[in-house]
């Protein structure tokens, strides 16, 4: 079964404007993180932000915020005022149990940002 | 410099070569992963490693070889290289010390099997 689902290939925002990039997943385990990453055009995957499930509260990283509802098992990225440089690939991954072997990724978001 | 490096950044081979792809990380981080990525997927799973001393199979292992040579150093081969496994290559690290275990990338090996 699909553990991370990522269900919008991509999507295509105005610039200034902000963006919501969708993620559930699924896991029967208590202890679980949450990541975003981001690959641009040069292919290198640049980490984001990171939710625990024990958080009480949405993360947050400068432009960059997680909408974490544990219930829902949704773990969307917002990124507040978007740039031309935020055009890339979003991947949602998780790690859950002990965390030590890997993440899970979606098969990702295609963000294009339009002037 | 990087905290994470892979060489070579770009590597043609034919069917059937052995190669290596190498990684190298300044973090001094115990944990090293590494991923492949196919066009338009995410990541998946090769191979990872605790420490020296622990090898551990990951998703999709067939056809591929690691070692661990050092803390710093953690290397991926492929025996018999065939072209489905023309993929961009990542190497990971973490601290596994942290409750985030956030992992960090290397900038990748794009690889072309003919």
């Known amino acids: 079964a699909q553990k991370i689902t990522q269900t919008q290939p991509g999507m295509f925002v105005q610039e200034k404007e902000a963006v919501t990039l969708d993620c559930t997943y699924d896991t029967s385990d208590q202890s679980y993180g949450l990541f975003w990453y981001k690959q641009p055009s040069s292919g290198e995957m640049i980490f984001l932000i990171y939710?625990?499930?024990?958080?009480?509260q949405n993360a947050t990283e400068g432009r960059y915020s997680l909408n974490f509802q544990k219930a829902r098992k949704s773990a969307n990225l917002v990124i507040s005022a978007s740039q031309l440089g935020d055009s890339a690939m979003y991947f949602c991954a998780m790690r859950d149990g002990g965390g030590a072997d890997g993440l899970t990724f979606g098969k990702g978001t295609h963000l294009i940002i339009q002037p | 410099d990087a905290d994470v490096t892979q060489t070579p950044r770009n590597r043609i081979t034919k069917t059937g070569k052995r190669i290596m792809l190498e990684c190298s990380q300044t973090?001094?981080?115990?944990?090293m992963y590494w991923y492949r990525q196919d066009p338009g997927l995410g990541l998946q799973l090769i191979y990872y490693s605790f420490d020296v001393k622990d090898i551990n199979k990951g998703e999709i292992s067939d056809g591929y070889s690691v070692s661990r040579q050092a803390q710093a150093k953690f290397s991926l081969s492929l025996e018999s290289a065939i072209p489905n496994q023309t993929a961009l290559y990542f190497c990971?690290?973490?601290?596994?010390?942290?409750?985030?275990?956030?992992?960090?990338f290397g900038p990748g090996t794009r690889l072309l099997v003919l």
């Open positions: 939710q625990g499930s024990y958080d009480e």
């Open positions: 990971a690290t973490s601290d596994g010390d942290g409750s985030t275990e956030t992992q960090y």
């Open positions: 973090k001094g981080h115990d944990r």
